[in-house]
């Protein structure tokens, strides 16, 4: 497991500090102002960025990495002190990865991360990751399958997998927010799944049947759009999280709940298409 230090006010994955150093990354400017990356998404409140640094000790010679930075809302900076849900920002992000990571999941490599604070509020913070590379986004991977006997074959075992991510992922406490098709990255070589987009995502001591249903609605929705899924096959994912053949009575109420969720979100990104004039 990574070991981390804290260097300039900077938190620092020790497996990267000598690379960010000869590069020129010692202090928290250097990586809010860094100039030489590729814009990947730009928005307000949070920004992303691409860049590769030259390393002979990796296998392709080089590491790109993902530099986020945050300009935290009045709403994050209310909820960093108040704390009534749980902060969804870059601090949130870097913490629950590194989290994710010591219960065994397969998350993006934490490599540094910065926060300024005024007093106890913080302002603005950056979250630097490594990529994580040889992967296919899950929802393009499902789409792109073939109608025949072998295609329907990976379509179910994904079902599968990812069944038992979920059920692990809830069972340690986690819930995501975020749970789409969109946010698990298969690198097929070594049938690993990685999580994706840990802003929101927060722990509990128990896992919460408000945000189980609130995952599972947004990964039935997704994994329906991609046109590729029907109900009949999803339940091959119930049986698998549930853990039976035959789901009990209060089972089948939670998957109501859950299946109606789906509907709703479903509802919402109509109205939403329509607006957009798509």
Same mark, same amino acid.
């Given at each position: !497991?990574?070991?981390?230090?804290? *260097?300039? &006010?900077?938190?620092?994955?020790?497996?990267?500090?000598?690379?960010? $150093?000869?590069?020129?990354?010692?202090?928290?400017?250097?990586? !809010?102002? @860094?100039?030489?990356?590729?814009?990947?998404?730009?928005? /307000?409140?949070?920004?992303?960025? /691409?860049?590769?640094?030259?390393?002979?000790?990796?296998?392709?010679?080089?590491?790109?990495?993902?530099?986020?930075? $945050?300009?935290?809302? &009045?709403?994050?900076?209310?909820?960093?002190?108040?704390?009534? *849900?749980?902060?969804?920002?870059?601090?949130?992000?870097?913490?629950?990865?590194?989290?994710?990571?010591?219960?065994?999941?397969?998350? !993006?490599?934490?490599?540094?991360?910065?926060?300024?604070?005024?007093?106890?509020?913080?302002?603005?913070?950056?979250?630097?990751?490594?990529?994580?590379?040889?992967?296919? +986004?899950?929802?393009?991977?499902?789409?792109?399958?073939?109608?025949?006997?072998?295609?329907?074959? *990976?379509?179910?075992?994904?079902?599968?997998?990812?069944?038992?991510?979920?059920?692990?992922?809830?069972?340690?406490?986690?819930?995501?927010?975020?749970?789409?098709?969109?946010?698990?990255? @298969?690198?097929?070589?070594?049938?690993?799944?990685?999580?994706?987009?840990?802003?929101?995502?927060?722990?509990?001591?128990?896992?919460?049947?408000?945000?189980?249903?609130?995952?599972?609605?947004?990964?039935?929705?997704?994994?329906?759009?991609?046109?590729?899924?029907?109900?009949?096959? @999803?339940?091959?994912?119930?049986?698998?999280?549930?853990?039976?053949?035959?789901?009990? &009575?209060?089972?089948?109420?939670?998957?109501?709940?859950? !299946?109606?969720?789906?509907?709703?979100?479903?509802?919402?990104?109509?109205?939403?298409?329509? +607006?957009? &004039? *798509?």
């Amino acid at each position: !497991m990574s070991e981390f230090i804290i *260097k300039n &006010g900077i938190t620092i994955n020790k497996d990267f500090e000598e690379l960010l $150093h000869n590069e020129g990354f010692k202090s928290y400017g250097d990586f !809010m102002n @860094l100039k030489n990356c590729e814009p990947v998404k730009v928005k /307000k409140s949070r920004s992303v960025f /691409k860049f590769s640094l030259k390393d002979s000790s990796s296998e392709k010679g080089e590491r790109v990495f993902y530099l986020k930075r $945050h300009n935290y809302s &009045g709403s994050e900076k209310f909820s960093s002190l108040v704390n009534l *849900k749980g902060r969804e920002d870059g601090y949130n992000e870097w913490h629950q990865t590194i989290a994710l990571r010591e219960e065994g999941f397969n998350v !993006m490599t934490p490599v540094a991360f910065g926060e300024k604070k005024l007093g106890p509020v913080p302002l603005e913070c950056f979250t630097l990751s490594e990529e994580v590379s040889d992967c296919v +986004r899950a929802s393009d991977y499902v789409e792109g399958l073939a109608d025949d006997g072998q295609g329907v074959k *990976k379509r179910v075992g994904l079902l599968v997998k990812l069944a038992g991510l979920a059920k692990d992922f809830h069972d340690k406490g986690f819930n995501h927010q975020d749970f789409y098709l969109v946010h698990f990255f @298969l690198r097929l070589e070594t049938d690993e799944i990685f999580i994706m987009d840990l802003q929101r995502v927060h722990r509990r001591q128990a896992p919460s049947t408000r945000w189980v249903v609130k995952d599972l609605g947004q990964f039935v929705f997704s994994a329906l759009q991609t046109g590729k899924y029907t109900r009949d096959d @999803l339940l091959v994912f119930w049986h698998e999280y549930f853990g039976r053949d035959k789901l009990t &009575g209060g089972e089948k109420k939670m998957l109501d709940s859950i !299946m109606s969720k789906a509907a709703r979100i479903a509802r919402h990104d109509e109205k939403l298409q329509k +607006r957009s &004039g *798509k």
